[in-house]
C-alpha cells in the first residue's frame, strides 16, 4: 500500500464512521465511558457495603427479639406459678402464719 493510499483510507474512515465522529472526538468518549465504569463500579460497591451494613442490623433486632420472647414466655410462666392456689397458700402460710384448720377447730354453726 501506498502512503497516499492510506491517508486517503484514513481520511475516509474520518469522514464515513457510522457515528460521524471525529478522531478528536475519541478521548471524550473514551474519557466519559471510563467516568461512568468508575461511577458504575463506586456505586456497586457502595451498595454492597449498605446491604451488609442492613444485614447486620436485621441479624441484631432478630437476636434481640428472640431474647424479648423468651423474656415474655418467662414472665408468663412466672405470672401462672404466683396465681396458682398453692403459691398464694405457701405465701399465706410463711408470711401471715395462715393455716387450714384442724377437723377438731372446726365449729358448725346452725341457724
Known sequence: ?????????????????????????WPLVIGVLFLCCMATGLAVVATTHMTRVQFAQLQQLEQEKNQLQTE????????????TPARIEQIATERLDMRIPDVNDVEVIRP
Open 72 to 83: 415474655w414466655g418467662q414472665l408468663l410462666l412466672e405470672e401462672g406459678a404466683w396465681s
Open 1 to 25: 500500500m501506498s502512503m497516499d493510499r492510506i491517508q486517503h483510507w484514513v481520511s475516509t474512515l474520518r469522514t464515513e464512521w457510522p457515528f460521524k465522529l471525529r478522531m478528536r472526538l
